[in-house]
């Protein structure tokens, strides 16, 4: 997980295992206290190393942020491949995918709120890498929408709107985790929000089929 940021260390399994340790404590403090507010030798203190080790692994705190909106959208492209495998038919797949990308957004649910607050604090480039990232995410939902249109389970809808639709309201159980984690759990969240948003998208086999997997 490089992203051209440079470490001093060159052993790819130590960099990895320590970057890890430094996202986890950043996550918590940025979330807590917020990015600008959050020094390194917060970070430094919050992880227990030194303030020199974390130079050996980031140039600066915008390293930090940085690396931890990338680990976010890495969690997508891990989860949503990992929950689809053995699935089959392609509605039940779409809604694995749906529920996966939820799931990472409830393990990580201040690092999703950190996106939204602070990708505008970073270099363009690295802006534009995030912006990249996403993308590739969003192809993922996509995919599985496509496929729920050829198989005849959804009409032809507007994928790319539909897939934003999704992510939208995936990021909304992190954004509002405050109401709706008291008030249902996520599964009740995701099968809830999928009877709104398929509503007017499911053919009539296709809602047959969606009948059964809710069942």
């Given at each position: 997980m490089n992203f051209k940021i440079k470490s001093r260390v060159e052993v790819p399994e130590l960099i990895e295992r320590r970057r890890s340790q430094i996202i986890k404590a950043a996550i918590e403090l940025f979330g807590k206290r917020g990015y600008h507010v959050t020094t390194i030798r917060d970070i430094a203190k919050r992880a227990d190393v030194s303030i020199g080790l974390i130079y050996q692994y980031v140039s600066d705190k915008e390293d930090v942020l940085f690396l931890v909106l990338i680990e976010v959208l890495e969690s997508y492209k891990r989860g949503?491949?990992?929950?689809?495998?053995?699935?089959?038919?392609?509605?039940?797949?779409?809604?694995?995918?749906?529920?996966?990308?939820?799931t990472v957004n409830d393990e990580k649910v201040e690092a999703t709120v950190l996106a939204y607050r602070e990708t505008k604090s970073l270099r363009k480039e690295r802006r534009n890498i995030i912006k990249q990232k996403e993308i590739e995410t969003n192809r993922l939902i996509a995919a599985c929408i496509q496929d729920c249109i050829r198989a005849g389970l959804f009409e032809k809808v507007d994928?790319?709107?539909?897939?934003?639709?999704?992510?939208?309201?995936?990021?909304?159980?992190?954004?509002?985790?405050?109401?709706?984690?008291?008030?249902?759990?996520?599964?009740?969240?995701?099968?809830?929000?999928?009877t709104l948003m398929l509503g007017p998208v499911l053919t009539a086999r296709g809602a047959r089929v969606f009948k059964a997997l809710k069942s």
């Open positions: 949503i491949p990992a929950a689809l495998k053995g699935i089959e038919e392609p509605l039940d797949r779409f809604c694995a995918a749906v529920r996966a990308y939820c994928v790319e709107l539909f897939t934003y639709q999704i992510v939208m309201f995936s990021h909304a159980w992190a954004l509002k985790a405050w109401h709706f984690r008291g008030r249902m759990s996520l599964d009740q969240y995701v099968w809830r929000g999928l």
